[in-house]
């Protein structure tokens, strides 16, 4: 597939460029700083894009089939955090505007703008949205482990017991690409870990 990934500079971003690579995906990264990306493949494109403008992002989403976003937004003690609901307006418009429906998008549960950002989403009936949600992120590469799923916050254990507190940020890339070709988790929010 030939997909968007927003958010490529980033921790999660950077595992996740690189398996997509890996499994044949065609990358465009979109950056606001391209040279901070250090992955270098004959299919990967790093482009310098401004994620809350629509009129910057259409023309690098054109003949795309999918964006992952992998943005982050650090929350502040002066200000509160929009780039969530910001920057998903700006990619919503521009994937009309250029006929693709298929976003996956990570969040968490900890900060209102994400959970604006995925009311917005429940209000967009136009596209295939999936929007994943891993517990604490730890710097590590994908295992070989079961992945495990729930909708809603976390995944719980038979008591109703969030199962784990981390997970590999490479583990939460492998599922985020496996959802390009599953209709399992579409218009949802997904809780996941792994076993
Ligand atoms: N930390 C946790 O334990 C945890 C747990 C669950 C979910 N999450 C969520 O998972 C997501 C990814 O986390 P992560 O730690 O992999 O993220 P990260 O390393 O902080 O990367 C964030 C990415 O967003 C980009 N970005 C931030 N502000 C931007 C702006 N104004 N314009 C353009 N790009 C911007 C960054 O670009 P630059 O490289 O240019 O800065 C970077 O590529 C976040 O939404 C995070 O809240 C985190």
Request: aromatic share 6%.
């Given at each position: 597939?030939?997909?968007?990934?927003?958010?490529?500079?980033?921790?999660?971003?950077?595992?996740?460029?690189?398996?997509?690579?890996?499994?044949?995906?065609?990358?465009?990264?979109?950056?606001?700083?391209?040279?901070?990306?250090?992955?270098?493949?004959?299919?990967?494109q790093?482009?310098?894009?401004?994620?809350?403008?629509?009129?910057?992002l259409?023309?690098?989403?054109?003949?795309?089939?999918?964006?992952?976003?992998?943005?982050?937004?650090?929350?502040?003690?002066?200000?509160?955090?929009?780039?969530?609901?910001?920057?998903?307006?700006?990619?919503?418009?521009?994937?009309?505007?250029?006929?693709?429906?298929?976003?996956?998008?990570?969040?968490?549960?900890?900060?209102?703008?994400?959970?604006?950002?995925?009311?917005?989403?429940?209000?967009?009936?136009?596209?295939?949205?999936?929007?994943?949600?891993?517990?604490?992120?730890?710097?590590?590469?994908?295992?070989?482990?079961?992945?495990?799923?729930?909708?809603?916050?976390?995944?719980?254990?038979e008591?109703?017991?969030?199962?784990?507190?981390?997970?590999?940020?490479?583990?939460?890339?492998?599922?985020?690409?496996?959802?390009l070709?599953?209709?399992?988790?579409?218009?949802?929010?997904?809780?996941?870990?792994?076993?």
């Open positions: 597939m030939r997909i968007v990934v927003l958010g490529a500079t980033g921790q999660t971003g950077q595992y996740l460029v690189n398996q997509a690579l890996h499994q044949g995906h065609v990358v465009t990264a979109v950056a606001r700083n391209p040279g901070k990306m250090t992955v270098m493949h004959d299919k990967l790093v482009v310098e894009g401004n994620i809350f403008s629509e009129e910057s259409k023309p690098l989403f054109k003949d795309h089939d999918a964006v992952i976003s992998c943005l982050g937004f650090p929350a502040s003690a002066f200000s509160g955090v929009t780039g969530y609901t910001q920057s998903m307006k700006a990619v919503i418009g521009a994937m009309r505007e250029t006929k693709m429906n298929r976003l996956i998008a990570m969040t968490s549960c900890v900060l209102t703008n994400m959970y604006e950002m995925e009311n917005f989403l429940k209000d967009t009936d136009d596209i295939n949205w999936t929007v994943v949600r891993p517990p604490g992120l730890k710097n590590e590469s994908a295992t070989a482990k079961e992945i495990l799923t729930h909708e809603g916050y976390f995944v719980p254990d008591r109703g017991s969030p199962i784990g507190q981390t997970i590999a940020r490479g583990d939460v890339a492998r599922f985020m690409l496996s959802l070709n599953s209709n399992a988790w579409v218009k949802k929010g997904v809780a996941m870990i792994t076993k």
